[in-house]
T-cell receptor, first 113, second 110 residues
């Protein structure tokens, strides 16, 4: 069966510090991968998605970036965090097919102080 | 992708059926209706999806009106663990983006 992992589960970082969040998927090949952010009490906002290694599409311009160095690994990064980067970051995967649903990881709660 | 409208909150008694409505009056012919739920501080959980026929799985039933402009998610016997925010999403089968609105906060009461 497929599983999706995210780490760390929680993170507290000072403003201006770098960020690296990792997501890995097991039990599937060539998945579509997604990064979402959820601000407190709000819906999910799609940040990036990837249909293959090295292929990244950005939905919202900001100081975050994403990379996909391996088929089942998706990384969210920032060189300098802002206060507004605080939120709940969710990684999701979808089988490489047309109408399949997305499956979400457990999320990382980031607090920027 | 079509926009959806859901009530912000609903209550349901434990053991009773929870019926969560969703309006998607601008849905187009190739757009599917998906339902997810999110329990506090967890990632969203897929529940069910459908195109035009009613669907049922071990978690819930999805009833889509004949004109496809609205749908209802039914949890047949709600438990306290079903307390969550429920999201109705309409998406083109080729689209990448699942647009999550504010959803419906369902409270199952003992």
């Amino acid at each position: 069966s497929q599983t999706i992992h995210q780490w760390p589960a929680t993170l507290v970082q000072p403003v201006g510090s770098p960020l690296s969040l990792e997501c890995t998927v097991e039990g599937t090949s060539n998945p579509n991968l997604y990064w979402y952010r959820q601000a407190a009490g709000r819906g999910l906002q799609l940040l990036f998605y990837s249909v293959g290694i090295g292929q990244i599409s950005s939905e919202v311009p900001q100081n975050l970036s994403a990379s996909r160095p391996q088929d089942r690994q998706f990384i969210l990064s920032s060189k300098k965090l802002l206060l507004s980067d605080s939120g709940f970051y969710l990684c999701a995967w979808r089988a490489d097919s047309s109408y399949n649903e997305q499956f979400f990881g457990p999320g990382t709660r980031l607090t920027v102080l | 992708d079509a926009k959806t409208t859901q009530p912000p909150s609903m209550d349901c008694a434990e053991g009773r059926a929870a019926n969560l409505p969703c309006n998607h009056s601008t849905i187009s012919g190739n757009e599917y209706v998906y339902w997810y739920r999110q329990i506090h501080s967890q990632g969203p959980q897929y529940i069910i999806h459908g195109l035009k026929n009613n669907e049922t799985n071990e978690m819930a039933s999805l009833i889509i009106t004949e004109d496809r402009k609205s749908s209802t998610l039914i949890l047949p016997h709600a438990t306290l663990r079903d307390t969550a925010v429920y999201y109705c999403i309409v998406r083109d089968r080729y689209g990448q983006n699942f647009v999550f609105g504010p959803g419906t906060r369902l409270s199952v009461l003992p």
